[in-house]
């Protein structure tokens, strides 16, 4: 808006002339009828005239205000600039469009107050064009609506997870609860009824003894099964506690390294152990490795896991929905995942987490824009 | 014959112990339901041994077995049995803590085997350890890089596992079918292998050797 250079007005204007036609702020004035009988050169330039002159005699409401930005006119007993000046009273219109000289629209500001014209009642504008900072406040709303966005989809995904994690905690605990427990009576039974068995009933001895080896199938069957849905000893005893327990389980040799890492909350550990194991799982199914090291460590921030095997390398992530599930549980909890797989030269899987995750926020508690 | 009180919250099952123990000629004291009664229970009467389940009320957690290491601690003459529905090596290692002499771990469904709970009971009476078969199986099973176990011969590893059960040289030998000379050779062999020469008690380097074997 303002001028590179000195401008000067004619000779023989007034100081107060001069300073008008140099002012960055846009202003004319208008006489009763609403016609333009003076323009400084930042109304001209707002408006798309070349010279301020251009602008004199013209009728400011049928020239610049006579539509609405979704084509509507603008009646001339509705102009709120004409009726500002023909009341003779100050007025402020701070949401208006203008028209261009060449038809283009721009939202604006104005403000006016009554000034005499040849004896008679005018008044003077001052306008400001605000299309920059409507872009300006547009592209703030587009960047925090997609703010907001990744958020609710973070917190989604999240929300998602922690109530799959609770579901499968809740499984494991019914198999234990209920299941292994009844078949746990079942097999107590069994072995209490032997004991009435005559001595010469071997054949039903025999079959009961069938029936009890079943039971302890069952029984060894929901074990593992619990444990491979959700292992109790991650709720009671924690990360490491659990992760060796894994390890025992896994056909692969896996060693698990604790460094002294401080604990993690629950959802974080949760999160740890079933990217530990799906990657386990990975390794067992493709890697042909001979060994896999664990090993947990982390910072007053963050947990940190490393998985590395000794196999034939080559896994890549996005192929393959297991290191996706993995890398979509770190992300979900605020986490990073990195997978290093030359061919044949071994697998590395790093996990870094927030040792504290940040509450969910429901989405009705996120910012307004 | 041992002295012993049972505790478990389901009543089925603690009847059914009651009676597996019984008829081993064991003679049950006093049971409890829950982890508070257990500990008022052996305090009142001072059992040979105490079969509790691990996952108990109050807290339905480790209320048993921390019940069970409150028991060791108060009452060292008193032997304890822990009887588990998971196969964690970590919940023996709580209970061994450093004196795996007299303690017992088992999976829960050994209560419907008379043969191995009677057993295991007379044995931690007199000061054995016993550690499920299957546990141990599964400790064994399972290798680990770098690890001192690894160096073992399959031999030494059978022998390892039945310490770890409690059992003695005699017993070993008389489960693996060889001389009792050629189960101590193999005895002295994990020692050197798990770097436990330097230990001057057999006893204590024996307990060291099955402490090894337990953390991995």
């Given amino acids: 808006m303002t001028e590179g250079r000195v401008q000067s007005g004619p000779v023989s204007a007034s100081l107060e002339q001069r300073v008008l036609s140099v002012a960055p702020q846009p202003v004319f004035v208008v006489d009763h009828e609403g016609r333009v009988v003076f323009a400084n050169n930042a109304a001209a330039r707002g408006f798309g005239y070349d010279h301020p002159e251009d602008m004199i005699g013209l009728p400011s409401h049928q020239t610049w205000h006579h539509r609405r930005p979704d084509g509507t006119p603008i009646p001339t007993d509705e102009c709120r600039l004409l009726a500002a000046t023909r009341a003779g009273v100050a007025a402020h219109g701070p949401h208006e469009w203008f028209v261009r000289a060449d038809g283009s629209m721009f939202p604006t500001t104005w403000w006016c ?16 064009d605000l299309t920059e900072r409507h872009a300006a406040e547009e592209a703030r709303r587009a960047r925090d609506a997609a703010e907001i966005r990744a958020a609710e989809s973070l917190a989604a995904q999240r929300r998602i997870l922690e109530a799959a994690t609770s579901a499968r905690r809740q499984i494991a605990r019914d198999l234990h609860d209920g299941a292994q427990q009844r078949m746990l009576n079942v097999l107590l039974a069994l072995q209490l009824t032997r004991e009435h068995v005559p001595s010469e009933l071997e054949a039903l001895d025999s079959m009961l003894m069938d029936a009890m080896a079943e039971a302890r199938h069952a029984i060894t069957e929901l074990r593992d099964l619990a444990a491979g849905i959700h292992p109790t000893i991650l709720n009671t005893r924690g990360l490491v506690p659990a992760l060796r327990s894994l390890s025992a389980r896994t056909a692969v040799p896996t060693s698990v390294t604790a460094h002294d890492y401080g604990g993690a909350a629950a959802e974080i550990e949760s999160c740890a152990y079933f990217v530990v194991a799906e990657a386990l799982t990975n390794v067992v199914k493709h890697a042909c490795a001979t060994v896999v090291e664990v090993d947990v460590d982390g910072d007053a921030d963050t947990l940190q896991i490393t998985v590395r095997d000794d196999g034939c390398g080559g896994a890549t992530p996005g192929r393959g929905l297991g290191l996706v599930g993995m890398a979509d549980r770190v992300t979900a909890m605020g986490g990073e995942l990195s997978i290093t797989s030359p061919p044949r030269r071994g697998t590395t899987i790093c996990v870094r987490l927030p040792r504290r995750s940040a509450p969910v926020r429901p989405s009705s508690s996120l910012p307004a824009s | 014959m041992a002295t012993v009180v049972v505790a478990d919250d389901h009543s089925l099952i603690r009847e059914g112990v009651v009676r597996v123990l019984e008829r081993g000629g064991h003679r049950v004291l006093a ?12 305090d009142i009467h001072r059992p040979d041994v105490v079969v509790t389940d691990i996952e108990m009320p109050p807290s339905c957690s480790e209320d048993g077995l921390a019940a069970a290491v409150d028991i060791r601690g108060r009452h060292p003459e008193t032997a304890v049995i822990v009887l588990s529905q998971y196969l964690e090596g970590d919940y023996a290692l709580t209970l061994v803590g450093d004196r795996p002499q007299g303690v017992g771990y088992l999976l829960k469904e050994k209560i419907a085997d008379p043969d191995i709970l009677n057993d295991a009971v007379r044995r931690v009476s007199v000061g054995e350890s016993v550690l499920d078969p299957d546990a141990v199986t599964c400790l064994v099973r399972r290798g680990r890089p770098h690890d001192p176990l690894n160096t073992l011969t399959p031999r030494e590893r059978d022998v390892l596992g039945l310490m770890a059960e409690g059992h003695s040289n005699t017993g070993i030998a008389a489960r693996l079918a060889v001389t009792v000379p050629a189960v101590e050779r193999h005895v002295t062999n994990i020692f050197v292998k798990l770097g436990l020469s330097q230990a001057n008690v057999d006893q204590h380097r024996r307990v060291l050797a099955v402490l090894t074997f337990l953390r991995g």
Avoid: M, R
């Fill in chain 1, 113 to 128: 107050a009554p000034f005499e014209v040849d004896g008679d009642i005018g008044a003077v504008f001052a306008f400001t």
């Fill in chain 2, 31 to 42: 049971v409890a339901a829950d982890a508070v009664e257990l500990l008022v229970q052996v």
